[in-house]
C-alpha cells in the first residue's frame, strides 16, 4: 500500500510519526484517510512537517519512505498548469465534441436524403424499363401483325 504522508515528531517521546493524508486505491485513485499514523522505526533526518510516500506491506511494515515533493510536482504540472486538463479545456472540448456531433447529424441527414432521392430514382428507372418493355413487345407484336398481312 502506498500513503501520503506527513513528517511529524511526536512531543512527549520525541519519536518521528508519519501521519497519513491518503492512501492510493489504485494508479489513479486515491482517498484522502488521516486516521492513521505510522510509526517511523528507522532513524531519518526527515524534518517535521514534509510530506513522503510511504510505501508499506499489508502488516504496515514500513518498506520505504521517499520524499513526495518530485510526485507532488509532477501532479502539478500534469494536472494544473496551462497545458494540463482543466475545467476550461474540458468545456471547450466539449463544446468542439458538441459542434461536431451537430455536424455528422447534419450529414447523416443528408446522406439519408441523398439515399432516398436514389432509391425514388431507381424506381422510377424500373417502371420506365417495364414500360419501355411493354412497348417492344406491343410494338413486336404490331410487326408481327403488319408482317402476316
Known sequence: MIYLAQV???PN???IQLQVLARQESEYVWEVDNSQ???L???SSLGAGVLVLVETEANQHIISVQDAK???LSILQQHLTKN???PQF???EQSKVEKWRQEITAQNLELNQRALE???RREQLQELEQELKRDREELDKLQQQLSNK
Open 8 to 10: 511529524q515528531i511526536n
Open 13 to 15: 517521546s520525541g519519536d
Open 37 to 39: 499514523a505510522l510509526l
Open 41 to 43: 522505526t528507522k532513524e
Open 70 to 72: 518530485d510526485w507532488v
Open 84 to 86: 494540463a486538463i482543466n
Open 90 to 92: 474540458i468545456e471547450t
Open 118 to 120: 436514389i432509391e425514388t
